[in-house]
């Protein structure tokens, strides 16, 4: 039961709505008190802890200072700032967001944007994470796609929120993975999700709806996704 109807209020528009944030609220809050439904659907809960926040600190409920800080208190989660002016989405802008590594599947994510290159001559990538770049630009300059990755280093606050606005799509090929929290973060901003169906992901993505999944170590099904 508690599955159904988390699901429904997260995927939804109810969640959204004044009523519907605190009905979400209070069935985390029982969830939370309850050890065996906190240890079944702790990823979910987690989900909806990061939900919650970010609508805490939209504008349609900033006027409210009681949610604002109830919220902050009761879940201790820090939310996306809200950006001062609205940007557009850019039709050739992925963004990845994540440790510049192996397991997070950039090789796939690189080959996949050198098979996309030829026929998109404007898609550049925004890779935005912690770890050493050195490997990932010589991959790329081996791939011939380096003119087209801009290495931004780790992002937070406003940047990660403009980031996200911005993108086409985010990307997260991972070969292994828990409950990401850059696909939270890009579901509450509605960015397009293209990742891999492993570990926690297709708990918070379903196919063709708030992104595609597509087989880990897949270069080629990664491109045809994207």
């Given at each position: 039961a508690f599955a159904d109807l988390h699901r429904s209020l997260l995927f939804g528009n109810e969640w959204q709505k004044p009523d519907g944030y605190f009905v979400l609220h209070e069935l985390l809050a029982f969830c939370q008190r309850r050890a065996d439904v906190n240890r079944d659907y702790r990823d979910r809960i987690a989900f909806g802890k990061?939900?919650?926040?970010?609508?805490?600190?939209?504008?349609?409920?900033?006027?409210?200072?009681?949610?604002?800080?109830?919220?902050s208190e009761i879940w201790h989660i820090e939310p996306l700032p809200p950006l001062a002016q609205p940007v557009a989405r850019r039709q050739d802008r992925l963004l990845f967001l994540g440790q510049l590594s192996e397991g997070k599947g950039l090789p796939e994510l690189l080959s996949a944007?050198?098979?996309?290159?030829?026929?998109?001559?404007?898609?550049?990538?925004?890779?935005?994470?912690?770890?050493?770049p050195a490997p990932w630009r010589e991959l790329a300059a081996r791939l011939g796609v380096l003119d087209r990755l801009d290495v931004l280093g780790w992002v937070a606050g406003a940047d990660k929120t403009r980031l996200l606005a911005?993108?086409?799509?985010?990307?997260?090929?991972?070969?292994?993975?828990?409950?990401?929290?850059?696909?939270?973060?890009?579901?509450?901003?509605?960015?397009?999700?293209?990742?891999?169906?492993?570990?926690?992901?297709p708990e918070l993505i379903t196919d063709g709806e708030q992104g595609l999944l597509v087989p880990p170590r897949d270069a080629r099904a990664l491109a045809g996704a994207l």
């Open positions: 990061k939900c919650l926040m970010n609508v805490a600190s939209s504008a349609k409920f900033s006027s409210d200072r009681t949610i604002r800080e109830y919220a944007l050198a098979l996309l290159a030829p026929a998109h001559p404007r898609l550049r990538l925004w890779l935005a994470g912690d770890g050493d911005e993108a086409a799509a985010l990307v997260l090929p991972s070969r292994a993975e828990g409950q990401p929290i850059s696909v939270l973060e890009a579901l509450t901003q509605g960015t397009p999700v293209v990742a891999s169906a492993v570990g926690g992901i």
